[in-house]
């Protein structure tokens, strides 16, 4: 499990510690493993030449230091002190003792630099001097902690800022490093006691742990039935790629109520269709929504569904009626989640999620009383009762059309095995990411390697390469 730590409760666990070790070490300790990882990225140290763009205080000390410990291993070593009289003196003593120089502007024939300029405390984009010292050099970067010019909170990058090619951070993640352009991110342990964090991110290790395989006494009960009430006239193949999801997800049995009845049952001969979502039987959680519709039929539909005491997973069309109509969930004791993308989620909260996407779906989830699942490219998932949770895809190839009704089914047999709804929510964002990605580079027959229907082909893979 990834764990997620504001730049506070940073700070207070290093307090302890910086009482405790003599002055400095702590900041040696850090810069020691930032100094370990730019080796890395260099490759071969000897030879090679770093230049640190400086600011004031620690994260610029932690530049100073890293620089001096590969001078020390026979790199070259500058620095830029954009602040010199604010440049941490210790660190800065250290750099000129084993020879690094102090120069105007990073040198043409540098291999790297360090991005010292602020730490985890700076807000705001950077200021005129910082962001022409890195618009004047294309050596690639490597950020001390956070990327100077992005919010440690949001990852906002609003105005001029740092992009590295890798992230070097001490003692916790912060939620910048899922949210913000930080590149690759390594984390250094300097031995810090932290609390268990309330923003999480699953790993593989922690979808494996919970998603429902079926042992050797399970039936198509105890494995979940998942309805899905999804698809039209207009958009059939909604339904097709939600039940399909379902199905690909180990959900025991799968039941459709719609329109799309038919189209359904020539793609999914296993899933059990009606027309009618009150003869549709014996369910035990609901996914309604996608392509549904927004007229008196599919309205009729979301207020079934919500009605009944059982887990409902409300997408697309659906999210559009219960904008209209946020009675529906109003008291609602059986779990809820509710999925939309930016546009959705202004129509349910009244306006736009901005910068602080975490805060955002935090205050919907709070407000109704559900979870909320915040699509992007980095997706925030919010529990009015517990963690939030941040899944990182890591590339945008699930940013295609229908990929959320694949979603939606995922997470519908997810409730209907009995998750809770953010960890449902939070492990079928991990393995449709994944499958978006094995999609992307499956040099297989048509259709297009982005489109939905070949990220639910891969959903299967994608839960073998995990369970």
Same mark, same amino acid.
């Given at each position: 499990?990834?764990?997620?730590?504001?730049?506070?409760?940073?700070?207070?666990?290093?307090?302890?510690?910086?009482?405790?070790?003599?002055?400095?070490?702590?900041?040696?300790?850090?810069?020691?493993?930032?100094?370990?990882?730019?080796?890395?990225?260099?490759?071969?140290?000897?030879?090679?030449?770093?230049?640190?763009?400086?600011?004031?205080?620690?994260?610029?000390?932690?530049?100073?230091?890293?620089?001096?410990?590969?001078?020390?291993?026979?790199?070259?070593? &500058?620095?830029?002190?954009?602040?010199?009289?604010?440049?941490? &003196?210790?660190?800065?003593?250290?750099?000129?003792?084993?020879?690094?120089?102090?120069?105007?502007?990073?040198?043409?024939?540098?291999?790297?630099?360090?991005?010292?300029?602020?730490?985890?405390?700076?807000?705001?984009?950077?200021?005129?001097?910082?962001?022409?010292?890195?618009?004047?050099?294309?050596?690639?970067?490597?950020?001390?902690?956070?990327?100077?010019?992005?919010?440690?909170?949001?990852?906002?990058?609003?105005?001029?800022?740092?992009?590295?090619?890798?992230?070097?951070?001490?003692?916790?993640?912060?939620?910048?490093?899922?949210?913000?352009?930080?590149?690759?991110?390594?984390?250094?342990?300097?031995?810090?006691?932290?609390?268990?964090?309330?923003?999480?991110?699953?790993?593989?290790?922690?979808?494996?742990?919970?998603?429902?395989?079926?042992?050797?006494?399970?039936?198509?009960?105890?494995?979940?039935?998942?309805?899905?009430?999804?698809?039209?006239?207009?958009?059939?193949?909604?339904?097709?790629?939600?039940?399909?999801?379902?199905?690909?997800? =180990?959900?025991?049995?799968?039941?459709?109520?719609?329109?799309?009845?038919?189209?359904?049952?020539?793609?999914?001969?296993?899933?059990?269709?009606?027309?009618?979502?009150?003869?549709?039987?014996?369910?035990?959680?609901?996914?309604?929504?996608?392509?549904?519709?927004?007229?008196?039929?599919?309205?009729?539909?979301?207020?079934? &569904?919500?009605?009944?005491?059982?887990?409902?997973?409300?997408?697309?069309?659906?999210?559009?009626?219960?904008?209209?109509?946020?009675?529906?969930?109003?008291?609602?004791? #059986?779990?809820?989640?509710?999925?939309?993308?930016?546009?959705?989620?202004?129509?349910? #909260?009244?306006?736009?999620?901005?910068?602080?996407?975490?805060?955002?779906?935090?205050?919907?989830?709070?407000?109704?009383?559900?979870?909320?699942?915040?699509?992007?490219?980095?997706?925030?998932?919010?529990?009015?009762?517990?963690?939030?949770?941040?899944?990182?895809?890591?590339? &945008?190839?699930?940013?295609?059309?229908?990929?959320?009704?694949?979603?939606?089914?995922?997470?519908?047999?997810?409730?209907?095995?009995?998750?809770?709804?953010?960890?449902?929510?939070?492990? #079928?964002?991990?393995? =449709?990411?994944?499958?978006?990605?094995?999609?992307?580079?499956?040099?297989?027959?048509?259709?297009?390697?982005?489109?939905?229907?070949?990220?639910?082909?891969?959903?299967?893979?994608?839960?073998?390469?995990?369970?």
């Amino acid at each position: 499990m990834r764990h997620y730590y504001s730049a506070q409760q940073i700070r207070d666990a290093e307090a302890p510690l910086l009482e405790a070790l003599p002055d400095g070490v702590l900041m040696r300790r850090a810069a020691f493993g930032l100094a370990t990882a730019i080796a890395k990225e260099l490759g071969t140290v000897s030879g090679k030449t770093v230049c640190a763009v400086v600011g004031s205080g620690d994260n610029g000390g932690d530049a100073l230091w890293a620089a001096t410990f590969l001078r020390r291993r026979g790199a070259g070593a &500058a620095a830029v002190l954009l602040n010199p009289e604010r440049a941490h &003196a210790g660190a800065l003593a250290a750099f000129r003792r084993a020879g690094g120089h102090i120069v105007e502007k990073v040198p043409p024939a540098t291999d790297l630099v360090i991005d010292g300029v602020v730490g985890i405390g700076a807000t705001g984009p950077l200021r005129p001097a910082a962001a022409e010292v890195f618009a004047d050099t294309e050596a690639p970067v490597v950020a001390v902690d956070i990327p100077s010019g992005v919010d440690v909170a949001t990852g906002a990058a609003d105005g001029a800022h740092v992009s590295p090619a890798l992230t070097v951070t001490f003692g916790g993640l912060k939620p910048v490093h899922a949210l913000g352009p930080c590149g690759r991110v390594e984390l250094v342990d300097i031995g810090l006691d932290l609390p268990v964090a309330d923003i999480r991110g699953f790993e593989a290790a922690d979808v494996a742990a919970r998603w429902p395989v079926p042992g050797r006494s399970d039936d198509k009960y105890t494995q979940g039935v998942t309805g899905v009430m999804a698809g039209s006239a207009t958009y059939p193949g909604a339904a097709i790629l939600c039940t399909g999801a379902a199905v690909a997800a =180990h959900s025991g049995m799968v039941r459709y109520a719609g329109t799309a009845a038919a189209e359904v049952v020539s793609h999914w001969p296993e899933v059990i269709a009606t027309r009618d979502f009150t003869s549709a039987g014996r369910v035990q959680a609901w996914v309604v929504g996608p392509g549904l519709g927004t007229d008196a039929d599919g309205e009729a539909a979301v207020a079934f &569904a919500l009605d009944t005491d059982l887990p409902v997973l409300v997408d697309a069309d659906g999210l559009t009626i219960l904008s209209k109509n946020p009675d529906l969930v109003a008291g609602r004791e #059986a779990p809820t989640v509710l999925t939309p993308h930016a546009g959705e989620f202004a129509r349910l #909260a009244g306006g736009p999620p901005g910068d602080d996407r975490i805060a955002a779906a935090r205050g919907l989830a709070d407000r109704l009383g559900v979870t909320v699942l915040l699509k992007g490219n980095v997706t925030v998932i919010a529990d009015p009762d517990g963690p939030t949770y941040l899944n990182v895809a890591g590339q &945008a190839w699930a940013a295609t059309a229908g990929s959320g009704d694949v979603l939606s089914g995922v997470i519908g047999a997810l409730l209907a095995a009995g998750l809770p709804p953010a960890e449902a929510a939070a492990a #079928a964002a991990f393995v =449709h990411a994944r499958a978006a990605d094995l999609a992307a580079h499956d040099p297989g027959p048509a259709p297009a390697p982005t489109s939905s229907s070949r990220i639910l082909g891969h959903l299967r893979t994608a839960l073998g390469s995990i369970l």
